[in-house]
């Protein structure tokens, strides 16, 4: 029965307060989607989906690094950013994307999502089709196409 209270206590001491930042996941997130090509990405994301990255990574976070930050107020794991790109949402619901190089904006559609720049000029759509993502350019072609899951 002690080793029953003593385990209890642990937990209780342990979790309590978990809910914190998640630091660890979200910096394994900004790397896997860190890289200058889609596809590259998506083979990190596919790796660490593989192999439990992600479940290591948000165990860790909530045993034992968002734990910490309740208890001593400093998570040990430091924030990742990639440059100094920003997302907001506007009042049209649509997104801004800002990065050092562009800015456009994405639009929720029906079909999908389109991308504009700053000057509203249309970049670019990215929808499903037959069960396939499909990019396309302005001028109408095809970027890329691959299957998807969901």
């Given at each position: 029965?002690?080793?029953?209270?003593?385990?209890?206590?642990?937990?209780v001491?342990l979790?309590?307060?978990?809910?914190?930042?998640?630091?660890?996941?979200?910096?394994?997130?900004?790397?896997?989607?860190?890289?200058?090509?889609?596809?590259?990405?998506?083979?990190?994301?596919?790796?660490?989906?593989?192999?439990?990255?992600y479940?290591?990574?948000?165990?860790?976070d909530?045993?034992?690094?968002?734990?910490?930050?309740?208890?001593?107020?400093?998570?040990?794991?430091?924030?990742?950013?990639?440059?100094?790109?920003?997302?907001?949402?506007?009042?049209?619901n649509?997104i801004?994307?800002?990065?050092?190089?562009?800015?456009?904006?994405?639009?929720?559609?029906?079909d999908?999502?389109?991308?504009?720049?700053?000057?509203?000029?249309?970049?670019?759509?990215?929808?499903?089709?037959?069960?396939?993502?499909?990019?396309?350019?302005?001028?109408?072609?095809?970027?890329?196409?691959?299957?998807?899951?969901?």
């Amino acid at each position: 029965m002690k080793k029953l209270m003593l385990g209890a206590v642990a937990a209780v001491v342990l979790l309590a307060g978990c809910k914190g930042e998640f630091r660890l996941t979200k910096n394994v997130n900004t790397w896997v989607n860190g890289f200058e090509n889609e596809w590259v990405d998506e083979l990190a994301f596919l790796g660490c989906a593989i192999f439990p990255v992600y479940g290591f990574s948000m165990l860790g976070d909530a045993i034992i690094f968002n734990s910490l930050e309740f208890w001593t107020g400093d998570n040990p794991i430091k924030s990742a950013q990639i440059g100094d790109s920003k997302m907001e949402k506007l009042a049209d619901n649509s997104i801004r994307v800002t990065t050092p190089d562009m800015q456009y904006r994405l639009v929720k559609e029906a079909d999908g999502v389109s991308a504009y720049g700053a000057d509203g000029k249309f970049l670019g759509k990215a929808m499903r089709v037959d069960g396939k993502l499909i990019a396309i350019r302005a001028d109408g072609s095809i970027v890329e196409q691959q299957p998807t899951i969901l």
